[in-house]
Structures are given as C-alpha cells and as structure tokens.
C-alpha cells in the first residue's frame, strides 16, 4: 500500500502563487507516475498535471505555461509549483499515484492511489 498526503493549500489572491506538494510513504516504488488533479464544487474531477518518472511531464491547456509539477525523490515528495493564479483554479488539489502505466494518464480511473486532496481558494 502507498499513502500519499497533500498540504500547501490555502486562500490566495488572483495573481499569487502557491506550491503544493504531496508528500508518498508505505511501499517502495520506482517506475512511476504521478499526477495533480483537482475537483471545483460541483464539476467532475479534472487533471492537472503529470510526472513520469523518466522526467517526462504533461500539462492541462489551463495549468500551461503558469504551473510546474516536479518531484524531489530523496524526500519522496511531489510538487506543484502554481503561479498567476486565477479565481477558476479554485478546487480540492489531489495528487495520484499510477504504478500500472504506458504514458501519463489523464483519467482518474487510470490512477491506483489517491491522496485526500488539499483546497486551494484563489480570491479575485
């Protein structure tokens, strides 16, 4: 079993910053992926972000070119670096951990270990 637990989460005003992280403990894996995902009230569970543990990242078109997903291995601990942040990024931060894979998914059913999520409330 793997847990995995999200913090950095918090109340920011549009244009700040936030790092979130997500922190894995229980067995030890190596070839893997992870990812960010996130869940606004009222709307389905979307992807975010992902890292593949070869160095290869994906993006959602939204989490383009304003936020950075990395993994520090020594700490065993994921990242999500978000920056420009804007009002519609506000949602519970979940990070996922896939260890059956081909490629980064995107899809949640794809993903075999989930964290309890962090929340993220970006302020106009």
């Known amino acids: 079993q793997v847990q995995l637990e999200e913090s950095g989460g918090e109340l920011v005003q549009a244009g700040g910053s936030l790092k979130l992280s997500c922190a894995a403990s229980g067995r030890a894996f190596s070839n893997y992926v992870m990812g960010w995902f996130r869940q606004a009230p009222g709307k389905e569970r979307e992807f975010v972000a992902g890292?593949?543990?070869?160095?290869?990242?994906l993006y959602s078109d939204s989490a383009k070119g304003r936020f950075a997903i990395y993994v520090d291995n020594a700490k065993q601990t994921m990242y999500l670096q978000m920056d420009s942040l804007k009002p519609e990024d506000t949602a519970v931060y979940l990070c996922a951990l896939d260890l059956n894979f081909e490629h980064i998914e995107t899809r949640t059913t794809d993903y075999d270990y989930w964290g309890q999520g962090t929340h993220v409330t970006v302020l106009p």
């Open positions: 890292w593949w543990n070869i160095g290869t990242t």
